[in-house]
């Protein structure tokens, strides 16, 4: 694993998507950041739904300044920082505002531009980015080095992880993509789920992506959910804070 | 999201375009008739230079008085004509890849 940033080093840009939505983000990307904090990494988690914002309802934080503010009005991002526990920022988004959703080519790069000056005292950089294949989705992937893609064992999710892992591909030339399983009944459907698209993958798009884990199905998650608490800190013992931690060790 | 146009309202179907292009480095010129009614638009990269967009504009005017014999010829409205050279989108996900996505999760379902 990476040392603290002592800002020498670039951070490292992680995308976590799903295509569908419901399977699990932005609980994922929350305690994802939580267990990388937790091993003295300084992490910065971007709200990738800019327009309907979920990190800060999960996490059960006040917001008052969004990344809208940066957009509209050049704001700088690290005042809009909220720290969550020592090594774990967030960026918040806005909630209810189509047009963050739809940034033109110009706010785009302007806010990639922004980011940049912003990130470099962190080690990891998450963006938990909005459901489906939308702009956003698509370009916040593509600013990211490396792309988490979350489904679950149903052919929804399934099919839309896969067609956004086409898009990725084909579009954008993104050719490493970590998967993670999430809901799975045992590790074993986990692994299986994992070769079942790795298989088509391979087969018709010529990529082989990486296992980085699966999350069992579990009901402290949804009891943090509903507290707006991360499970990892709520119930650090708990199977799915255990499965965090192994994956966030991989990272 | 891209909703229906009607093939009678191009007028619409332009202004789509015009607000889609500023997502991309594109630019959009408007092409207006004698009344400035929008008539169509010129799309090109940004940072084209002269001589190109010059060329470029030579070849549509080349197609663009051909349109009169090739549309009735064709026997499609000029407006909803589908190039032939249009292909399915390389992104849709195929029956193909479907099956194979479906057919792993019902046998772990037997």
Known sequence: ?251 | MTSYISCNDPEAFFRIIEKQARHYPVEATRITGKEENLCGLFLFRKGLSRPERQKALGRVLKMAAAEPERAPEEGDDPICHVPKTLGEDSCQVTTEERAQLFSFLKRESN
């Open chain 1, 1 to 251: 694993m990476n040392k603290s940033n002592t800002g020498n080093a670039s951070p490292k840009i992680i995308c976590i998507s799903s295509g569908k939505g419901g399977v699990g983000k932005t609980s994922i990307a929350i305690n994802l950041a939580a267990a990388l904090a937790k091993n003295s990494r300084k992490v910065l988690l971007i709200d990738g739904d800019l327009g309907l914002a979920n990190v800060d309802v999960a996490l059960g934080i006040n917001v008052r300044h969004t990344i809208r503010e940066t957009v509209e009005q050049g704001r700088d991002p690290l005042s809009l920082l909220i720290e969550i526990m020592p090594g774990f920022h967030v960026l918040p988004a806005s909630s209810g505002v189509p047009e963050m959703a739809n940034l033109s080519h110009e706010e785009q790069v302007f806010l990639a531009n922004t980011l940049e000056d912003t990130i470099d005292q962190f080690d990891y950089v998450l963006v938990d980015s909005a459901a489906g294949i939308g702009e956003s989705v698509l370009w916040f992937n593509d600013w990211s080095q490396e792309n988490i893609i979350i489904l679950s064992p149903d052919p929804t999710s399934m099919t839309d992880a896969y067609a956004l892992i086409k898009i990725l591909h084909s579009r954008y030339g993104k050719k490493r993509f970590n998967l993670v399983i999430n809901s799975v009944k045992s590790k074993k459907e986990g692994r299986e789920v994992f070769e079942g698209i790795k298989a088509v993958l391979k087969r018709f798009l010529k990529i082989e992506p990486d296992f980085l884990g699966s999350l069992p199905v579990d009901n402290h998650v949804v009891k943090a959910i509903r507290n707006q608490k991360p499970f990892l800190i709520t119930y650090p013992d708990s199977r799915a804070s255990i499965a965090i931690t192994e994956i966030a060790d991989r990272i």
